[in-house]
T-cell receptor
Framework: DTAVSQTPKYLVTQMGNDKSIKCEQNLGHDTMYWYKQDSKKFLKIMFSYNNKELIINETVPNRFSPKSPDKAHLNLHINSLELGDSAVYFC?????????????FGPGTRLTVL | EDKVVQSPLSLVVHEGDTVTLNCSYEVTNFRSLLWYKQEKKAPTFLFMLTSSGIEKKSGRLSSILDKKELFSILNITATQTGDSAVYLCAVVSDSNYQLIWGAGTKLIIKP
């Protein structure tokens, strides 16, 4: 049973398109996250979502928007894709707020914008 | 500005060697420090440290936190080729409950 799953695993698209990445966790966790990992392997938090409270990293462009239909899902929508959006996007979840217990990561979605 | 600095950025050793990876941080209202191992895909959790001086151990890996000097070390003894990975350190502040990640240490174990 996969704890945190993401779809798709690979996404190749043209500049200017709108795309979504889905994330689901079956761990019963209260908090979910989206991270971006660039080519230098640096992980950056984009969003965290806990009990319907969204915490946004202020450096994230507003073309990115998380949507949570329920506690087990946190999807990422990206509008007007740009070349610089190419990266691996990781979804993660934790039982409580970050720092109180470990985060479990999904397998990642490699996004390539052409 | 909160930041996490890991050193070295990369390290190549031979199987059987012992390695020490460093993580120093500056963060307001420190909550905890976490170590992760990343091979080809997602990071996997190793340790979470909240108190100074208490060593956490799992097999050949161990880690300790010094909250006065603001750093943590991750030790790996009797290294194996399977230990080759990027080791990531992250710190959480009580201010915003978000992980601030270091750039990672790329560890290569040669047979």
């Amino acid at each position: 049973d996969t704890a945190v799953s993401q779809t798709p695993k690979y996404l190749v698209t043209q500049m200017g398109n709108d795309k979504s990445i889905k994330c689901e966790q079956n761990l019963g966790h209260d908090t979910m996250y989206w991270y971006k990992q660039d080519s230098k392997k640096f992980l950056k938090i984009m969003f965290s979502y806990n009990n319907k409270e969204l915490i946004i990293n202020e450096t994230v462009p507003n073309r990115f928007s998380p949507k949570s239909p329920d506690k087990a899902h946190l999807n990422l929508h990206i509008n007007s894709l740009e070349l610089g959006d190419s990266a691996v996007y990781f979804c993660a979840s934790s039982q409580e707020l970050a720092g109180y217990n470990e985060q479990f990561f999904g397998p990642g979605t490699r996004l390539t914008v052409l | 500005e909160d930041k996490v600095v890991q050193s070295p950025l990369s390290l190549v050793v031979h199987e059987g060697d012992t390695v020490t990876l460093n993580c120093s941080y500056e963060v307001t209202n420190f909550r905890s420090l976490l170590w992760y191992k990343q091979e080809k895909k997602a990071p996997t959790f190793l340790f979470m440290l909240t108190s100074s001086g208490i060593e956490k151990k799992s097999g050949r890996l161990s880690s300790i936190l010094d909250k006065k000097e603001l750093f943590s070390i991750l030790n790996i003894t009797a290294t194996q080729t399977g230990d080759s990975a990027v080791y990531l350190c992250a710190v959480v502040s009580d201010s915003n409950y978000q992980l601030i990640w270091g750039a990672g240490t790329k560890l290569i174990i040669k047979p």
